[in-house]
């Protein structure tokens, strides 16, 4: 009996290590990774990487990166134009009435790191750069990433990436006579 | 051993049963009839709007992925070649008729039985309903407790459920959610 429950030692062993990995992993998780792709070439990781992609899913929680953020996104500076908009200030309002504002950086990257503040959803967002100030028109529901709805492309499930002017008049606040 | 006769005749009849049963099909024109509330553009479009507005933004009921998906311009758009944008001026769309139709059919669908009983009795027990005690908080929901009995959103819902929409309580439940500061630029 005793050499029975030897041999079957390691074969129990095997399946409870092989139980328990597979209920930790998330594949849905993990395929929302790897979705994301590599680095941009010369782009290191930090502050500065993938603008545009929805940064909570490496940054919200479950991993890989270690930094974890409660709202962040990209900003671009024109409505359909690839300028980022840098040094903007976007503003973010929680359904309990308390506001935070994050600026962008040179790639129009801003980010709120977990600790320092979590939103009581909804939220209300808007952005301000130069002379313009765009008002979010909806809420935003439960989603820490703008790039979530977001996207590159403008489709039925994304009004395209966030912007702060609809032209680069309103950025400059000359009524169209600017360069 | 006429005891052991009875039970293999039993035997082979419940098999015979289960077989029958598992041949059959449905037949071609079977209908179940349900009471379903009104899909009018008057009854159901404004409920249709505020559930656009409400719950249909993009990271919630805007996604196709949820069992209740809610269509509109502020949301996930029906057809390919429109965005989640409402205004003419920004390139964008109001939410069509078909639109509001995909809602009804997605909510509708949801509980088509309940949905059926809750009607019949001209809107008495909203509650039985999963999307409202979700709506209302009484059941877990990621968004939380959008809805308070008798306010107007939760009238604009009841009411059409009991055959008569409240179109002024859903014209004012549009307005929600109330943020408690206008933002007033950093």
Redesign the interface.
Known sequence: MRALERRLQPAVGAMVAMVAMTSCVDTTHDDQVQALGGEAPGVARGPDHRPNQPCLVCHGGEGPASAQFSVAGTVYAVFKAPGPAVGAQVQIEDISGTTIVAPTNQVGNFYIAARDWQPVYPTQMQVSLGAATEQMLTHVGREGSCAACHQSTIGPGSPGPVYAATDMSQLLGDGGTGP | MTQRRDVLAFLAALASACATAACSTAPADGRVTIEAPFATEASFGPVANFLD?R?G????H???ARNLVVWGC??????????????RA?GGKPTTSDEHQATYRSLVGLEPTVMSAVVADHGRDPDLLTFVRKARGEEAH???ALVTPGDDQDVCITSWLAGATDTVACASAISE?T???V?T??
């Open positions: 507005h719950c933004s993009l990271d919630c805007g996604n196709p502020e949301g996930l758009r029906l057809e390919p070649y429109d965005a989640p944008i409402c205004g920004q990621k968004g939380g959610p943020f408690p500061a933002p630029g950093p």
